[in-house]
């Protein structure tokens, strides 16, 4: 039976999950309420982080595994993108906490804040995914094949919608905006959201198997064919479907709308 602590966990991860797709969704939610739910955002994760702070007092003993190693690595850049894309989402906010306009050059947090609120989001699914096998551990076999493939399937699709958004160009630096499509269905938009986060998911699922041993002492590359089956699914789309968007009129990010200097104010 699970203690107080561990459901009240829980459920402050199922919250930023919600809060994290709706926070790349600001097409649904609009400039006003996507920095108090950047707000909000920042201070569930700060209770993450309290939750979570024995993790913090053992970073420095015992023996770092390949699995603790990852995992090391993943929770120090995600925390770094996360507080980049804090700082530079309130150095842009006309709302939630104008004081803090310009405390970065507004040029400058634009193209921060983009790259590092997908990274966040990037490493933030990579994060869950490297847990995700504790999550299943009570799956029967069975159970756990038919999560994989369901798994699979969604983050090639995720990984096709990743490709086709132009979000490369975003966390490399390469554009200061966003462009968005408004014409897609709200509810539509967070199930994208939602499969591009499985894609990550599943990525850090994947490595969290080849971090650690089986039970033979043995590190498998097994899992290796489910993420490269994704990549193959969402490869394949990217290609299959990439004609048909151009003739829907759609830019080279995928989306049709340019997203306004506002719209870019990204809260965490």
Request: aromatic share 10%; hydrophobic share 50%.
């Amino acid at each position: 039976m699970q203690t107080k602590t561990g459901i009240i966990k829980r459920i402050v991860d199922v919250v930023l999950t919600v809060l994290l797709l709706f926070l790349m969704a600001i097409q649904v939610t609009g400039d006003v309420l996507h920095e108090w739910l950047g707000i909000g955002m920042t201070v569930t994760l700060i209770l993450h982080h309290i939750l979570n702070r024995k993790w913090y007092k053992a970073v420095s003993k015992g023996k770092y595994t390949p699995y603790r190693i990852a995992v090391t690595a993943v929770n120090t850049l995600m925390l770094a993108a996360i507080a980049l894309t804090a700082l530079s989402g309130m150095s842009m906010s006309g709302h939630a906490v104008p004081f803090m306009y310009g405390l970065i050059n507004v040029m400058t947090a634009r193209t921060l804040h983009l790259a590092m609120s997908w990274w966040s989001f990037i490493l933030m699914g990579v994060h869950i995914g490297l847990h995700m096998k504790a999550m299943t551990a009570k799956l029967p076999d069975k159970g756990k094949t038919t999560f994989k493939a369901i798994l699979t399937g969604i983050s090639g699709v995720g990984l096709w919608l990743f490709l086709k958004s132009g979000i490369v160009n975003y966390i490399t630096f390469r554009t200061h905006f966003a462009f968005l499509d408004y014409t897609t269905a709200k509810w539509l938009v967070i199930l994208q959201n939602l499969a591009m986060l499985m894609f990550f998911v599943l990525a850090g699922y994947v490595l969290s198997e080849v971090t650690q041993k089986n039970k033979d002492k043995k590190y498998s590359v097994k899992p290796l064919v489910w993420l490269g089956a994704a990549i193959l699914i969402g490869v394949v789309l990217n290609f299959a479907l990439k004609e048909s968007s151009a003739d829907n009129s759609f830019d080279d990010s995928g989306w049709q709308t340019p997203q306004s200097t506002s719209a870019q104010r990204r809260g965490a």
